[in-house]
């Protein structure tokens, strides 16, 4: 099946009415085109500005995904200057088509508007054809934004087509919000302002501000002075006085807007959808009888909304949700809220791998988000049932598993932040299905439930380590982790339980660091533990699942194994690794040991201390690194690979290195990597790619300087080669260090 087109929508403050008017347009024109739409909603844009609100904005690193081919983006919905940066920034790294909504030309991006300035302008028309005011002040949004000054502009076509008298004290920018409307109000109630017959307001909320404040200094609105609004919102219309106020064209805006994005991304044109132009609203606020903008649908959803709201509030949903230690039980004790998102289609509640697996961090462990992080859905819920989960991850480039499955019909998601102050759970999946509509406040709160729940459910998982941790911790040895002599006895304990009277035979194999105590007079207890450490290391890539393995004196390690003949490939793999280690840029492990084994039936007279004694005795193997270094051409090859590892950057020509060790050039490339397991020119270009990290790894060099630094003439043969060594290029790989 071809693949279907998916555009994203950026935006916040998605449950106010103007902005669900546009996503109505963008939903329903984007099925009238089956395309998918994914909705990335942030869902607080307003002060005073918090830790919780500064980080909901990770949301907005799935725009780096590749299931995304175009963006559409309301810019001017985000009122802080750095989320708005932040958000430009991604869109740009996107490489994407983006189309900006009620936004002036950009440099980059390509803009859709609609006619904001013909509006405005009826608006005041009835104040002046209608009530007959002269004196009219308008408040608008902030200076220099697009619809601020559309808005303004409007206001003035009028005056001036009324031959009315208008100057700058009457043209005042504000801030769409509530404070430049009560500093207004106070300025006319102190004397400072003459007062106006009558006052438009570049929005609802503005006006509805500006009338309680001048109510409040005991002047009546509309008796003194007359007020008008907005965007027809369901404030303005249950608001007293209800406001005249202007049903903008949203609709239209985002059908068009997704109509323009999908010709650049398709050079082809969609059939368009129907759509009507707004319309003025009259209510009582200018001085009119008012009447009812308010249709049927309307008045039963908001009804609804209502009773949820109290149903919400009387309930025990955040204390039954809250109560749980872990995401299973959560997703269980949640699905039985979901009745409360109001023609909800589908709900899909994701969480990231760090925070499904917090058993391993502690409390104080921040939980971050970057794009490419892995999810699990926990929870999958259809308006009528559960829905079977798969239960693998996914990578957040995918954004949802949904939108890579075979479908006949497009679909259109909000997908909003699931996290608690700067610590990021995952995000929430919302459908209403066929349609086209937003979410209420109601959903705010819901969603505000699972973050609380989550931060509960993360601490108290955090704690039951803790206690485990302490537990736990006097079993296990404090330098490499590994069970002790105690730990050890239990769990050989529940060997014994398992296996006995089924006639298994255990093999105890014993493993003595005889070099330790050389190092120990020479290098001092540091050094050993950091050896001890890494041949731990060592020997936990060859145990078994079945095996029972830890340290059981300082310089012991013991391994309980089922199985014969694993001593000889225990011995076989460490003294291979201790001997390559001399060579790495880790601990350097090529130090003398002796292994030892004893066998014996697993019964209940058995004793693992008994065992290991006779282990002991029976040493079977003895390395020693004085043999394992005696090759002269061994020696010759070591002394070159450090000269490569401090050098990497020097031109080294295979030719001229063969005739300086009296070798032909192909038994050269032959016996290095029979040695070192790579070629030279593999170990040099490693050696350059690990230098070039450590260098990136300071911000006061250029990638192009990093480069001739590692000894690369082309930065793009640079770029090339860290980028297949390492995945990602230099550039991304500085950022995620910075």
């Given at each position: 099946?071809?693949k279907?087109?998916?555009?994203?929508?950026i935006m916040?403050?998605c449950h106010i009415?103007?902005?669900?008017?546009i996503l109505k347009?963008?939903?329903?024109?984007a099925?009238k085109s089956?395309?998918?739409?994914?909705?990335?909603?942030?869902?607080?844009?307003?002060y005073p500005d918090?830790?919780?609100?500064?980080?909901e904005k990770n949301?907005f690193?799935?725009?780096?995904?590749?299931?995304f081919?175009?963006?559409l983006?309301?810019?001017?919905?985000?009122?802080?200057n750095k989320?708005r940066?932040?958000i430009?920034d991604l869109?740009?790294?996107?490489?994407?088509?983006?189309?900006l909504?009620?936004?002036?030309e950009?440099?980059?991006?390509?803009s859709t508007?609609?006619?904001d300035?013909?509006?405005f302008e009826k608006i005041?028309?009835?104040?002046?054809?209608?009530?007959?005011?002269?004196r009219?002040?308008?408040?608008?949004?902030p200076?220099?934004?697009?619809?601020?000054?559309e808005?303004?502009?409007?206001?003035?076509?009028s005056?001036?087509?009324?031959?009315?008298?208008y100057d700058?004290?009457c043209?005042i920018?504000?801030?769409?919000?509530k404070?430049?409307?009560?500093?207004?109000?106070?300025?006319?109630i102190?004397g400072?302002l003459?007062r106006?017959?009558?006052i438009?307001c570049?929005?609802?909320?503005?006006?509805?501000s500006?009338?309680?404040?001048?109510?409040?200094?005991?002047?009546?609105v509309p008796?003194?002075?007359?007020?008008t609004?907005?965007?027809a919102?369901v404030?303005?219309r249950n608001?007293?006085p209800?406001?005249?106020?202007?049903?903008?064209p949203n609709?239209?805006l985002?059908?068009?807007?997704?109509?323009r994005?999908?010709r650049?991304i398709?050079?082809?044109?969609?059939?368009?959808?129907?759509?009507d132009n707004?319309c003025?609203?009259?209510g009582k606020?200018?001085?009119c009888?008012?009447q009812?903008?308010?249709?049927?649908?309307s008045e039963?959803?908001?009804m609804?909304?209502e009773?949820?709201?109290t149903?919400?509030?009387n309930r025990?949903?955040l204390?039954?949700?809250?109560d749980?230690?872990?995401?299973a039980d959560?997703a269980?004790?949640?699905?039985?809220?979901t009745?409360?998102i109001y023609?909800?289609?589908?709900?899909?509640?994701?969480?990231?791998?760090k925070?499904?697996?917090?058993?391993c961090r502690g409390?104080s462990?921040k939980?971050?988000?970057?794009?490419g992080?892995?999810?699990?859905?926990?929870?999958?819920k259809?308006?009528?049932?559960?829905?079977?989960?798969?239960g693998?991850?996914?990578?957040?480039s995918e954004?949802l598993t949904i939108?890579n499955?075979?479908?006949?019909y497009p679909?259109?998601?909000y997908?909003s932040?699931l996290?608690?102050?700067?610590n990021?759970?995952g995000y929430s999946a919302?459908?209403?299905?066929k349609?086209?509509?937003s979410?209420s406040?109601?959903y705010?709160?819901?969603?505000n439930c699972i973050?609380?729940?989550l931060e509960?459910?993360?601490?108290?998982?955090?704690?039951n380590n803790?206690?485990?941790?302490?537990?736990?911790?006097?079993l296990t040895?404090?330098?490499?982790?590994?069970l002790?002599?105690?730990g050890?006895?239990?769990?050989f304990?529940d060997?014994i339980?398992?296996?006995?009277?089924?006639n298994?035979i255990?093999y105890f194999i014993r493993?003595q660091?005889t070099g330790?105590?050389k190092?120990y007079?020479?290098?001092?207890?540091?050094?050993?533990?950091?050896i001890?450490c890494a041949f731990?290391?060592?020997?936990?890539?060859c145990i078994?699942?079945d095996?029972i393995?830890g340290?059981?004196s300082?310089?012991?390690?013991c391994i309980?194994?089922?199985a014969?003949?694993r001593i000889?490939?225990?011995y076989?793999?460490?003294?291979?690794r201790?001997?390559?280690?001399?060579f790495e840029?880790?601990e350097?492990?090529?130090?003398d040991?002796?292994?030892g084994v004893?066998?014996?039936?697993?019964?209940?007279e058995i004793?693992?201390?008994s065992?290991v004694?006779?282990?002991?005795?029976?040493r079977?193997f003895?390395y020693?690194?004085?043999?394992?270094?005696?090759?002269?051409q061994?020696?010759k090859?070591?002394?070159l690979?450090?000269k490569?590892?401090?050098?990497p950057?020097?031109a080294w020509?295979?030719?001229?290195?063969?005739k300086g060790l009296?070798?032909s050039?192909?038994?050269l490339?032959k016996?290095?990597?029979?040695?070192f397991?790579?070629?030279i020119i593999?170990e040099?270009?490693?050696?350059?790619?690990d230098k070039a990290?450590e260098l990136?790894?300071?911000?006061?060099?250029?990638?192009?300087?990093i480069?001739?630094e590692?000894g690369?003439s082309s930065?793009?043969?640079?770029v090339?080669q860290f980028?297949k060594?390492e995945?990602i290029?230099?550039?991304?790989f500085r950022?995620?260090l910075?």
């Amino acid at each position: 099946m071809k693949k279907r087109l998916l555009i994203g929508v950026i935006m916040t403050s998605c449950h106010i009415d103007f902005q669900e008017e546009i996503l109505k347009g963008i939903i329903s024109q984007a099925f009238k085109s089956k395309c998918d739409i994914a909705v990335l909603a942030s869902f607080h844009n307003s002060y005073p500005d918090t830790v919780h609100k500064k980080y909901e904005k990770n949301i907005f690193q799935l725009i780096l995904s590749d299931r995304f081919d175009g963006f559409l983006y309301d810019r001017n919905t985000f009122s802080d200057n750095k989320v708005r940066n932040y958000i430009d920034d991604l869109l740009e790294r996107s490489g994407k088509p983006v189309m900006l909504l009620d936004s002036p030309e950009h440099r980059i991006f390509e803009s859709t508007a609609i006619d904001d300035c013909s509006a405005f302008e009826k608006i005041t028309d009835h104040l002046i054809e209608v009530h007959g005011f002269n004196r009219i002040y308008c408040l608008t949004g902030p200076k220099k934004l697009f619809v601020s000054e559309e808005r303004l502009k409007g206001f003035k076509n009028s005056m001036k087509k009324h031959g009315l008298y208008y100057d700058r004290s009457c043209c005042i920018y504000g801030d769409f919000w509530k404070d430049a409307a009560k500093e207004l109000a106070g300025s006319i109630i102190n004397g400072n302002l003459k007062r106006p017959d009558a006052i438009v307001c570049g929005n609802d909320y503005s006006a509805i501000s500006l009338i309680e404040a001048l109510n409040n200094g005991g002047i009546c609105v509309p008796d003194d002075i007359a007020v008008t609004g907005y965007d027809a919102t369901v404030e303005a219309r249950n608001f007293y006085p209800s406001l005249t106020t202007f049903r903008r064209p949203n609709f239209q805006l985002g059908a068009e807007s997704f109509r323009r994005l999908y010709r650049i991304i398709t050079g082809r044109i969609c059939t368009k959808i129907h759509n009507d132009n707004g319309c003025l609203r009259i209510g009582k606020s200018c001085g009119c009888s008012g009447q009812s903008y308010c249709t049927k649908g309307s008045e039963r959803r908001d009804m609804i909304n209502e009773q949820y709201k109290t149903d919400i509030l009387n309930r025990d949903m955040l204390f039954d949700i809250t109560d749980t230690d872990n995401p299973a039980d959560f997703a269980d004790r949640l699905d039985n809220y979901t009745y409360y998102i109001y023609k909800m289609k589908r709900v899909e509640i994701c969480l990231t791998k760090k925070y499904i697996e917090l058993s391993c961090r502690g409390i104080s462990k921040k939980l971050d988000f970057k794009f490419g992080d892995e999810l699990k859905t926990i929870m999958l819920k259809s308006s009528v049932k559960s829905e079977n989960i798969a239960g693998d991850y996914f990578s957040s480039s995918e954004i949802l598993t949904i939108f890579n499955k075979e479908r006949s019909y497009p679909v259109a998601y909000y997908i909003s932040p699931l996290h608690y102050n700067e610590n990021f759970f995952g995000y929430s999946a919302l459908s209403f299905g066929k349609e086209a509509m937003s979410f209420s406040e109601i959903y705010f709160y819901w969603i505000n439930c699972i973050n609380i729940a989550l931060e509960q459910v993360r601490i108290k998982s955090a704690l039951n380590n803790i206690i485990y941790t302490a537990n736990h911790a006097m079993l296990t040895d404090d330098n490499t982790g590994l069970l002790n002599k105690k730990g050890m006895e239990k769990s050989f304990s529940d060997m014994i339980k398992k296996f006995i009277g089924k006639n298994i035979i255990a093999y105890f194999i014993r493993i003595q660091l005889t070099g330790l105590s050389k190092i120990y007079y020479h290098s001092g207890e540091d050094r050993c533990k950091r050896i001890t450490c890494a041949f731990a290391s060592f020997l936990r890539e060859c145990i078994m699942e079945d095996e029972i393995f830890g340290l059981w004196s300082d310089d012991t390690f013991c391994i309980v194994a089922l199985a014969e003949n694993r001593i000889s490939e225990i011995y076989s793999f460490i003294s291979k690794r201790a001997e390559k280690s001399q060579f790495e840029r880790t601990e350097n492990c090529n130090i003398d040991f002796i292994a030892g084994v004893h066998n014996q039936v697993i019964d209940s007279e058995i004793s693992l201390e008994s065992a290991v004694h006779k282990s002991a005795v029976n040493r079977v193997f003895s390395y020693n690194i004085m043999e394992s270094i005696k090759n002269p051409q061994f020696e010759k090859l070591c002394l070159l690979r450090e000269k490569i590892m401090k050098n990497p950057e020097f031109a080294w020509n295979i030719s001229e290195i063969a005739k300086g060790l009296y070798l032909s050039k192909s038994y050269l490339q032959k016996i290095y990597k029979s040695y070192f397991g790579k070629s030279i020119i593999e170990e040099m270009i490693q050696f350059r790619i690990d230098k070039a990290k450590e260098l990136l790894e300071k911000d006061d060099m250029t990638i192009t300087d990093i480069a001739k630094e590692c000894g690369y003439s082309s930065y793009n043969y640079f770029v090339r080669q860290f980028k297949k060594s390492e995945g990602i290029s230099p550039t991304d790989f500085r950022r995620k260090l910075l």
